[in-house]
């Protein structure tokens, strides 16, 4: 190769928005050129000069240089090198004929560790075959060297037509650079590309606008999931970068400071975007450095080490980890009010002619279809306009949103919001018409929050706001779950969502007020990392919130204990037996009457609802409402004349009866499988579930000894239902759980009842990964097939589950953790097992239990994220609790193969 010529290397002065001084400050930067022709360019060189770069901009990274510099540095030393390859590679004349121009976040000049580098090489006219050969070795070098490099060869046509037919190629090219080559080709690009040939100031507005749009609902319109995009993310990079996109297009607009000067932000508002786009590019590099490629999204694993990275510690009820998402989730809700306030100047400047201001009051009027307090000084002069701000949102639903010199102001006034203005009563009123409107509660509590509004008159909410909880069974932070919650349980009382949950929207809407509902579901999360039992702490705020604003006693009381007991229902019906009339009974007295009850059950829909998108299925719904009825019914009949086992046996018999009846089931066959099946059966399964088992066992009445597999894909629980009728032979339970697991579903609930004949009657609910039951009867098949294959195994054969556990969980570690006790009452032994989730550890569970010789009768299972927290009611092989000795060798044989196969 020939020398380079250090003159038309160093032609900087010749190429488009240099880089920053500060960014060129670099010694490496500085004698890049004259290394490069000393060197001759090879690939070697090459290689050696972007491995050193990669490595000090680390160094300086960790040495905790400033973010902007860095980003801005990485793109200087690329343009270097590229206008040094481009001399190098194309003859002069090619060279200055074409152009070699910086696109998309390198044209802005920003470069992050391993980001594309995104190039345009610009032509006058198709390429000659030479010349496109020419073109194709250096991009083939550019690859070669290490780069990844995303480019395209077009004429100035061809990029008007790509542009005019898709905004995102008209953005990147907005960004243009040029790095080389032809100045006069790059004008005429931008002429071509110019507002009034194309995407004029208001289409592209729109469009850019509804691609935001479009972006969050890909997100599920929350920027609060726990994996979040740094990049796309709602409030994240993209929307910083919409901001400027729209203001370059429009107005000209080369940097954010421009912005200050053209009137569309105040000093202080561009401080705050600087800093928030400064901290989001520090966890990017961050992300880069950390995982050696190019990555965005800011994972489990990679948040604890950025923690450490960055320098957070553990403080005693707050992880290092936690500290960081904190302040990650309060910048993008910084960077979401600001985007929402300069997209709205943007849409005055650019889509709306002034029209004459329509009054509401003396302290607010309408403009353009947007809110607009009347004078810059109201919420100075009148503080509890600060809250008249959502009342009036919600009474004129015609109105867009808040005019954003408004939203300016409310934020400018939040200090407004102090001791004395929570005191006021007619503050109080505001807030609590604000939770008994008929519209818009869910909008508006959304609204305060983003503004910081709802912190500020909560001060404990405003303690939560971007808290994460460091697991996989929160997917949302704590204001933005209990924010959820809130809108679950306000989408109940609308009639539209009927057709979601019927049952419970019956429930919701009966109930004589509905903000009662929606203030335990503010303040019953409100305690999370304060160290203690944040639901009595958090009851014991609400109590006092509610006295606070006005409401009786009574009420405030009920609120209190709403939240003391969020958990009750939720945990009672999926870790006790409910088919237990004890159980009913005692939980009847703990809710004490029907009216504690409904709002209970509402408000545990709703908040399981609003915890993980995963966790709600029909099988909790169906869970739910079942021990919410058998608890309706045992305090309509008087807390004093509790059920008894022998009447619900009866009970539940003869619904089974008149359901088999309206299916052709004559009553002698009825008699004969029921005559294997002990009454502890008809306690623990639903006359549906006693019916279909019926009809199963009567069918294969003429081979009594001889198993049976049978599938039910959607059952009444609203689950695929397993029966399994087979010799109570050894590692049953493991066997079946193995074959489920290792096809991908997920196992709810267990029940294993020996019956006369030595058989045993094992039923299942279980659903796909989805939430779904089956779908398909392929899939029925294939269960079928393989539960019928484990049954002819020898039983010595061994039992494994080779699935792997998904990356999320196997970031977590889960303690072990086992409890054994005895249930005196019932003449059983109780195991409660946590552990960390994984595939196979039922089936793992299962053979300790059979090689210490103790028979399963059931298990509920409950996977909470990453955490399993499983019951299993046992006994040994004389039907009998066990004793002391045995619980402890089992207890320390779980432990041994739990840990084992955990590590």
């Known amino acids: 190769m020939a020398g380079l010529d250090p003159t038309v290397i160093d032609d900087t002065d010749q190429a488009d928005d240099p880089i920053p001084a500060a960014a060129l400050d670099w010694p490496l930067l500085a004698g890049l050129p004259g290394l490069l022709e000393q060197s001759q360019c090879d690939a070697a060189c090459c290689q050696r000069q972007l491995a050193q770069a990669q490595e000090e901009l680390k160094a300086r990274f960790l040495e905790q240089d400033p973010v902007e510099e860095l980003v801005c540095a990485r793109a200087a030393f690329i343009d270097v090198l590229l206008r040094a390859l481009w001399r190098q590679h194309l003859e002069r004349p090619l060279a200055e004929r074409l152009a070699l121009v910086a696109v998309g976040g390198y044209g802005r000049g920003e470069l992050h560790p391993y980001s594309d580098v995104d190039l345009l090489v610009l032509v006058p006219a198709p390429l000659e075959e030479t010349e496109r050969a020419a073109v194709e070795r250096l991009v083939s070098f550019l690859w070669d060297i290490g780069l990844e490099v995303g480019h395209s060869v077009r004429t100035v046509g061809e990029c008007a037509e790509e542009s005019a037919a898709n905004v995102g190629v008209m953005t990147t090219l907005l960004e243009a650079r040029r790095l080389a080559g032809s100045a006069e080709l ?17 289409a592209y507005f729109e469009a850019k606008v509804k691609e935001q749009q479009e972006r969050r609902l890909k997100a599920n319109d929350t920027a609060y999931n726990l994996e979040p995009n740094v990049k796309t993310g709602p409030g994240g990079l993209r929307d910083i970068q919409t901001i400027g996109w729209v203001a370059k297009r429009q107005f000209g607009s080369e ?28 966890v990017r590099f961050g992300l880069h450095v950390l995982t050696g490629r190019h990555e965005d999204r800011l994972l489990f694993d990679y948040q604890l080490k950025l923690a450490e990275t960055f320098g957070y510690e553990d403080a005693s009820y707050t992880l290092a980890v936690e500290q960081l998402m904190q302040r990650y989730y309060r910048t993008i809700i910084d960077v979401t009010v600001l985007n929402e306030l300069l997209l709205q100047l943007f849409r005055e400047a650019i889509l709306t002619s002034d029209q004459p201001p329509q009054p509401l009051n003396a302290r607010f009027q309408i403009r353009n279809d947007y809110l607009e307090a009347v004078r810059e000084d109201v919420f100075a002069r009148q503080p509890s306009a600060l809250l008249e701000v959502f009342v009036l949102l919600q009474q004129n639903p015609q109105i867009r949103g808040v005019r954003a010199n408004t939203i300016r102001a409310v934020v400018r006034n939040l200090g407004q919001i102090d001791e004395e203005f929570r005191q006021n009563p007619r503050n109080h009123r505001l807030f609590l018409e604000i939770l008994r409107a008929p519209h818009g509660v869910t909008h508006e509590l959304r609204r305060m929050n983003d503004y910081g509004v709802l912190g500020r008159y909560i001060p404990a909410f405003g303690r939560i706001v971007g808290r994460m909880q460091y697991d996989l069974f929160h997917a949302y932070t704590v204001d933005a779950h209990i924010l959820f919650v809130v809108s679950n349980l306000r989408r109940l009382t609308l009639r539209e969502f009927d057709h979601e949950l019927p049952l419970v929207s019956a429930t919701m809407q009966q109930l004589p007020k509905p903000e009662i509902a929606y203030l335990a579901a503010l303040f019953h999360d409100i305690a999370k990392g304060r160290g203690g039992d944040h639901s009595e702490l958090g009851g014991v705020d609400a109590e006092a919130f509610c006295l606070e604003q006005g409401m009786s006693r009574y009420d405030a009381r009920l609120v209190a204990w709403l939240v003391s007991n969020h958990l009750l229902l939720s945990m009672t019906s999926q870790k006790q037996d409910i088919g237990d009339p004890q159980v009913i009974s005692d939980f009847a007295r703990r809710v004490g009457d029907e009216t504690h009850l409904d709002y209970l059950y509402v408000l545990t829909c709703a908040d399981v609802r609003g915890t993980n998108p995963k966790l709600w299925n029909s099988w909790k719904a169906s869970l739910f409402h079942e021990f919410y009825e058998r608890v309706k019914r045992a305090l309509r009949r008087g807390l004093e004349t509790p059920i008894d086992q022998d009447e619900l046996v009866r009970e539940n018999q003869q619904a089974a009866r008149t359901l088999l009846a309206a299916q052709g089931l004559a009553g002698a066959a009825i008699e004969r499988a029921w005559a294997r099946l002990p009454s502890a059966y008809f306690l623990r399964h639903s006359s549906e579930e006693i019916a279909r088992h019926t009809r199963v066992l009567a069918e294969g009445e003429l081979n009594v000894d001889e198993a049976l597999v049978s599938v039910e894909p959607q059952s009444e629980r609203g689950t695929t239902a397993v029966m399994i009728y087979a010799p109570h032979r050894r590692h049953g339970f493991a066997r079946a759980t193995a074959v489920l697991d290792q096809l991908g579903f997920n196992i709810l609930d267990a029940r294993i009842t020996p019956v006369g004949n030595g058989f045993s009657l094992d039923s299942y609910h279980v659903l796909e990964d989805d939430g779904r039951p089956i779908a398909d009867s392929e899939r029925r098949a294939e269960m079928e097939q393989a539960l019928w294959a484990s049954l002819q195994r020898p039983e010595d054969a061994s039992l494994a589950v080779s699935r792997r556990a998904p990356r999320q969980m196997r970031v977590f570690k889960t303690p072990t953790q086992i409890s054994i006790t005895l249930d005196v009452r019932n003449a059983r032994s109780v195991l409660e097992l946590t552990a960390g989730d994984r595939p196979g550890l039922l089936c793992d569970v299962g053979k300790v239990l059979w090689e210490e010789r103790v028979d399963l009768h059931a298990a509920k299972i409950a996977t909470l994220g990453e955490r399993a927290e499983d019951v299993f009611y046992l006994t040994d092989r004389a039907q009998r609790p066990l004793d002391e000795a045995a619980t402890e060798r089992l207890r320390a044989r779980l432990m041994q193969a739990l840990d084992q196969r955990a590590h």
């Open 186 to 202: 790059v004008a005429a690009m931008r002429t071509a590309l110019a507002p009034d040939r194309m995407w004029s100031a208001r």
């Open 255 to 282: 940097s954010l400071d421009e912005l200050v000067k053209n009137g569309f932000l105040t000093p202080s508002e561009l401080r705050r975007l600087q800093q928030a786009q400064a901290f989001l590019w520090k």
